[in-house]
């Protein structure tokens, strides 16, 4: 499944919940490939909120940085919280070759900030891909990109399929970024991560036509 085209950019104002569910596969050793099937596995590593609380599952294939990613893929939505696993085909049309990508996953219950909890993988490298990323997504997936205040580009992930963008600004004290995998990441086993994250998927701004 991929997102409609065009790029909907949010402010996050509010800091979210990076939740249990711990990915273990895949991991930042993985070598999948673009037109073939890939297995996600995860577990609950029994803190608080439990996967109970998260009511179901949304799973997305994405790329970028702690300021700005870019949901690139939809890989599951409202799946139940007793799954432990999901494969799916990755579409080799939503970027190029390179260790940008990593699996994100969203509550379908938001908390009582209205923001969903959230884990992510290990950043892993995908080939055989035939899509491009254009220049601002590039730059975030490379930890390259300008400040937050920065107007949006149009996302370009590939000529076929459009992206979802989610962006944090660093401007002001009271808005915290985005947790995502580390760029150099060495890791062989992916986790949730430890810093606190904001997502509320809502559309506040509507950016421009694709490249």
Do not use: H
Not at 13 to 39: D, F, H, K, M, Y
Not at 167 to 193: D, F, Q
């Amino acid at each position: 499944m991929k997102f409609s085209l065009g790029l909907a950019a949010i402010a996050l104002a509010a800091q979210g919940v990076l939740a249990n569910i711990a990915i273990t596969n895949p991991v930042a050793s993985s070598t999948p490939s673009g037109g073939r099937n890939l297995n996600i596995q995860w577990r609950d590593d029994s803190t608080q909120p439990r996967v109970a609380d998260w009511g179901g599952i949304n799973i997305f294939l994405a790329a970028g940085s702690q300021n700005t990613q870019y949901k690139l893929q939809t890989i599951a939505t409202n799946l139940a919280v007793t799954e432990t696993s999901e494969t799916f085909r990755i579409d080799p049309t939503v970027g190029p070759n390179g260790p940008y990508y990593f699996i994100r996953m969203e509550s379908v219950r938001l908390d009582s900030k209205n923001i969903p909890y959230m884990s992510f993988s290990a950043r892993f490298p995908l080939d055989k891909m035939t899509g491009n990323f254009n220049a601002t997504i590039l730059a975030a997936a490379q930890g390259r990109e300008g400040s937050a205040s920065t107007t949006a580009a149009s996302s370009g992930a590939s000529s076929s399929s459009g992206t979802s963008m989610v962006r944090s600004s660093t401007t002001s004290s009271s808005l915290r970024t985005t947790s995502t995998p580390a760029l150099n990441s060495t890791g062989t086993s992916g986790a949730s991560m430890n810093a606190p994250a904001l997502v509320p998927i809502a559309l506040l701004a509507a950016a421009a036509a694709l490249l």
